[in-house]
Each structure stands twice: as structure tokens, then as C-alpha cells.
């Protein structure tokens, strides 16, 4: 049954590339064959890429558990830094002025339309 399924999806499959194979153009299939290409290329990287961290992972999960397991404790408790309170302003600090506003050239501005009709 599940090769007779495996047949009829092929089949398929076949059938309709042809059909829109014969119906794209031919800047259209290049498209897709190079998307296709594209994403054939990238999957052996992903998978080493895949590979490679889940290896990592295994190994830090095994050297945390024995550290662990050698001190006799769990985690690091959190550590919390809180800063210190808003400076109050007092009489013997200066006051902080605001920066000076940005003062503008009050010459008006002139445009050049390119592509515009001709006045």
C-alpha cells in the first residue's frame, strides 16, 4: 500500500512539473531552478551547522551536571545591582542648563524639479 502511495506521488509530482514547465517561460524556470538550487544548497549547512551546536550542547549539559553534582549545590543565587537613587539637586551644585536650540538659516529654500516641465 505505502509503495503504491510512494508511485502516485511521483507520478504526480512528474506530471505537473512538465505541465508547468511547458507553460513558464523560460526567465520564469530559471527562477525557480535557481530558488530550488538555492535552498538544495543551503540544507547540508544547516544540518552540520545543527550537528555541530546539539554536540556542543550535550557536552556543557554533561560538565554542568557533574560540577553540580561535585558541589553540592544547584545554581549561582541571582545577584541584583540596584543603582542608587535620582542626585538630588542641592544648593552647591550648579544647575544644568539645556543645550542651546539649533538656530536655523531663515533664507527660504529653492527646489530644481528633474523630469518637470520646462516653465
Known amino acids: ?21 511547458r ?40 560538565n554542568g551536571a557533574s560540577e553540580q553534582a561535585r558541589a553540592g549545590y544547584g545554581a549561582y543565587p541571582p545577584v541584583v545591582v540596584i ?5 538630588v539637586p542641592s544648593q552647591f551644585a550648579p544647575l544644568r542648563e539645556s543645550p542651546p536650540a539649533l538656530v536655523y538659516d531663515q533664507a527660504p529654500r529653492q527646489f530644481r524639479v528633474i523630469g518637470g516641465e520646462e516653465d
Open 1 to 21: 500500500m505505502r509503495r503504491v502511495v510512494v508511485v502516485i506521488v511521483l507520478v504526480f509530482s512528474v506530471t505537473l512539473a512538465a505541465v508547468v514547465g
Open 23 to 62: 507553460r513558464m517561460s523560460t526567465e520564469a524556470m530559471a527562477v525557480v531552478v535557481g530558488v530550488v538550487c538555492g535552498v538544495a544548497a543551503g540544507i547540508p549547512m544547516s544540518l552540520l551547522i545543527l550537528a555541530v551546536s546539539n554536540r556542543q550542547n550535550a557536552r556543557a549539559d554533561l
Open 83 to 87: 543603582q542608587g537613587g535620582s542626585p
